[in-house]
């Protein structure tokens, strides 16, 4: 088992982060953005970049070769959706996409945004974690966190809608 503090402050053993959100155990801050048969969509508040995604299994798995068939097909089309979602409703040009099969918890793709700020930090995947780490400790303010959070919303609707219309 393993203690993790969530972004609330309260602490809570479990054997997999992931399993955890993907299973409903752990209800992430801002709510479940998407869900299908076989994966599971939030954002990580914790690192406060509007409208950046975790697209999770709902399989205990670490590499990309364990994805039966039916995985694949829902990974991609789920993986698309977000990102034209991402683009429709919020305006973003660019993501950044980043998973690594090492990782302790399981299988799951980070879809950053990439924002003008980031610049700074570099062009390519040098600047992600500068960038990440940038957003935890300096936009962890009141007003950013607002945006976060009303874009997970909007993001919600409209994944909800595209759905509804197939
Ligand atoms: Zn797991």
């Known amino acids: 088992m393993r203690k993790i503090t969530l972004s609330n402050g309260k602490e809570v053993e479990v054997e997999c ?24 969509a939030h954002q990580d508040v914790a690192y406060p970049i509007k409208g950046l995604m975790i697209l999770a299994s ?5 590499c990309f070769d364990e994805l039966t068939e039916e ?12 990102r034209k979602a991402q683009r429709d409703v919020l305006g973003i040009d660019y ?11 399981h299988f799951h793709t980070w879809m950053v945004p990439r924002y003008g ?15 990440l780490l940038h957003a935890r400790h300096k936009m962890n303010h009141h007003e950013n966190i607002d945006e976060v959070m009303g874009a997970i919303d909007v993001l919600r609707e ?4 595209s759905q509804s219309n197939g």
Not at 71 to 82: A, G, M, S
Not at 95 to 105: A, I, K, M, P, R
Not at 118 to 131: D, I, Q, T, Y
Not at 158 to 161: D, I, K, N, P, R
């Open 17 to 40: 982060l992931s399993c955890a959100l993907t299973n409903g155990l752990i209800e992430p801050d801002g709510g479940v953005v998407l869900e299908t048969e076989y994966f599971h």
């Open 58 to 62: 709902k399989r205990h798995i670490k």
């Open 71 to 82: 995985e694949k097909i829902d990974y991609i089309q789920v993986l698309t959706r977000i």
């Open 95 to 105: 993501v950044y996409y980043f998973y690594n099969e090492d990782t302790t918890h």
């Open 117 to 131: 700020w980031m610049a700074e930090f570099g062009r390519s995947v040098e600047s992600l974690r500068p960038a």
């Open 158 to 161: 409209e994944l909800t809608h």
